[in-house]
Nanobody
């Protein structure tokens, strides 16, 4: 499956952004989808995951209550709504697809898209 993330940009602290990740190739609805992020000089970290049906989600503690992952299987797209953004949310955000849920480590996902950059100014 091919993944393409979009929606990144520059936003002030306290603002919101919605990232999208469009999938193509294989059956999108059969995959667990996730978002990761990587800040400069840091490891790529898990942010959120959603089961194939969309019925179950999981979040990193750092974003719980501020970010929401969702998916539209009819559109082969997964979303990440980011609210109350903080400067420490600045990173390149990646979407990923995998077979199992819940998986919070990078190696658990087989397919990755190129990232979209999010910058939060203070």
């Amino acid at each position: 499956v091919q993944l393409q993330a979009s929606g990144g940009g520059l936003v002030q602290a306290g603002g919101s952004l919605r990232l999208s990740c469009a999938a193509s190739g294989r059956t999108f609805s059969s995959y667990t989808m996730a978002w990761f992020r990587q800040a400069p000089g840091k490891e790529r970290e898990f942010i959120a995951a959603i089961s194939w049906s969309g019925g179950t989600t999981s979040y990193a503690d750092s974003v719980k209550g501020r970010f929401t992952i969702s998916r539209d299987n009819a559109k082969d797209t997964v979303y990440l709504q980011m609210n109350s953004l903080k400067p420490e949310d600045t990173a390149v955000y990646y979407c990923a697809a995998g077979q199992y849920y819940p998986v919070t480590y990078r190696s658990g996902y087989k397919y990755w898209g190129p990232g979209t950059e999010v910058t939060v100014s203070s």
